[in-house]
T-cell receptor, first 120, second 106 residues
């Protein structure tokens, strides 16, 4: 059974750095073709893809946020970590992690989401 | 690649046939998925590679298209289908989603 779960602070102050952890089970990020990504959704708005890390440590970022994002993986812990610097109230959103496989495969398994509010 | 869904919202009745369109700003083949999202829940994949039904998804959902125009069709709406639907492309980075189509009960 494949599961993913996001964890992180519910509240972040403006200018702070957000660290989100995705802990997964049921698959391995050492398996060829597997990737874990982050997607966010502001309240009442559409989904936005943020970043992705592949089994071979290739990393991809959304250019609109690339200067603020870092994605890393820890295969021994089955975790993927996303850091986002210089948080702003506009970054208030539910943050999801999700798995996909290389090719035309979608994000097939998603975490439940973690609502992050940016406020002083 | 910008994805534009139409309509943005849609009212329909149980049993209706519904079609949602996703238009891409540049053409590609197959690297498109459709998701369903109910309020407070994570998106759930329905269709990938433009037309392949994800395992476990009812056969009333179907997808088609290539190039710049893709469609999601629900052949006979069920009560549990009232939700928001998103398309997403995997053809090039950054991956992008459509703005969503909210389907509600007429």
């Amino acid at each position: 059974q494949i599961t993913l779960k996001e964890s992180g602070p519910a509240l972040v102050k403006p200018t702070q750095t957000l660290t989100l952890t995705c802990t997964f089970s049921g698959f391995s990020l050492t398996t060829s073709g597997v990737a874990v990504g982050w997607i966010r959704q502001p309240p009442g708005k559409a989904l936005e893809w943020l970043a992705l890390v592949y089994w071979d440590d290739e990393k991809r970022y959304n250019p609109s946020l690339q200067s603020r994002l870092t994605i890393t993986k820890d295969t021994s812990k089955n975790q993927v970590v996303l850091t986002m610097t210089n948080m702003d109230p506009a970054d208030t959103a539910t943050y999801y992690c999700a798995r996909r496989r290389y090719g035309d495969f979608p994000f097939d398994y998603w975490g439940q989401g973690s609502l992050i509010t940016v406020s002083s | 690649i910008q994805l534009t869904q139409s309509p943005s919202s849609l009212s329909a009745s149980v049993g209706d046939r519904v079609t949602i369109t996703c238009r891409a700003s540049q053409g590609f083949s197959s690297y498109l998925a459709w998701y369903q999202q109910v309020p407070g829940k994570a998106p759930k994949v329905l269709i990938y590679a433009a037309s392949i039904l994800q395992s476990g998804v009812p056969s009333r959902f179907s997808g088609s298209g290539s190039g710049t125009d893709f469609t999601l069709t629900i052949s006979s709406l069920q009560p549990e289908d009232f939700a928001t639907y998103y398309c997403q492309q995997f053809y090039s980075y950054p991956y992008t989603f459509g703005q969503g189509t909210k389907l509600d009960i007429k």
